[in-house]
């Protein structure tokens, strides 16, 4: 029973993923995108927790799909004014991943403890930044690691050329879910090792 869940958790973490797969082609893009959902989804299930017991069962779905579009507007804004480009690219992501995570959370714990939303996030995080490290390594031979930032930072840090070849197909979107397959297999395998 356990394990069934495993596998529904792991596609539903799948399909709230491709929203924002196209946008890691980059390292730091996909940082960027992994970071700004975990700020949104946490900030969201934490003001859950805050007002559960003040909203009836019944208003819940409304007042969670209510507080989040407050959180994401907000969020986009922010990002609007510091950093306009990405906003752009940006916009129609944020949302749709931030609703699909936390109804994904809805539906996984009972409790909404808030350590399990971080550990989701965390890994969603930690599985963009790896899909984007690989994408644009071995599809672009470069790392951005502050690009889009440059216009806060004043500083950018690409490095190039560090491999002798490149596959452009590495960037497209059919790859990237070759990729996840690849990593969510290897994660099982892991698991199902360990226990």
């Known amino acids: 029973c356990n394990g069934g869940r495993t596998v529904k ?3 539903t973490l799948l399909i709230s993923m491709c929203f924002c797969m196209s946008l ?5 893009k996909s940082f960027l995108i992994g970071l700004f959902i975990f700020i949104i989804v946490v900030l969201s299930n934490l003001v859950g927790l805050l007002f559960k017991n003040k909203v009836n069962e019944e208003y819940r ?3 969670t799909i209510l507080e ?3 959180i994401v507007t907000i969020i986009s804004f922010i990002l609007y004014k510091l950093l306009p480009n990405l906003f752009l690219q940006f916009k129609y992501v944020l949302p749709l991943t931030s609703f699909s995570l936390i109804t994904l959370e809805q539906i996984n714990s009972k409790e909404n403890k808030i350590v399990d939303v971080i550990k ?3 890994l969603f995080l930690m599985i963009l930044v790896f899909v984007g490290f690989i ?3 071995f599809g672009n031979n470069t790392i951005t690691i502050m690009d889009e930032l440059s216009n806060i930072t004043g500083y950018r840090m690409i490095y ?3 491999l002798p070849f490149k596959i452009p197909y590495f960037l497209s979107p059919s ?4 990729l996840l397959g690849l990593l969510f297999v290897l994660i099982r395998r892991f698991k199902n090792g360990s226990n």
């Open 24 to 28: 890691t082609n980059t390292v730091e």
């Open 9 to 11: 958790n792991i596609l």
């Open 135 to 137: 994408r644009e390594l």
């Open 160 to 162: 190039k050329n560090i």
């Open 68 to 70: 989040t579009s407050v």
């Open 61 to 63: 779905t409304i007042f």
């Open 120 to 122: 989701t996030c965390l």
């Open 175 to 178: 790859f990237v879910y070759i």
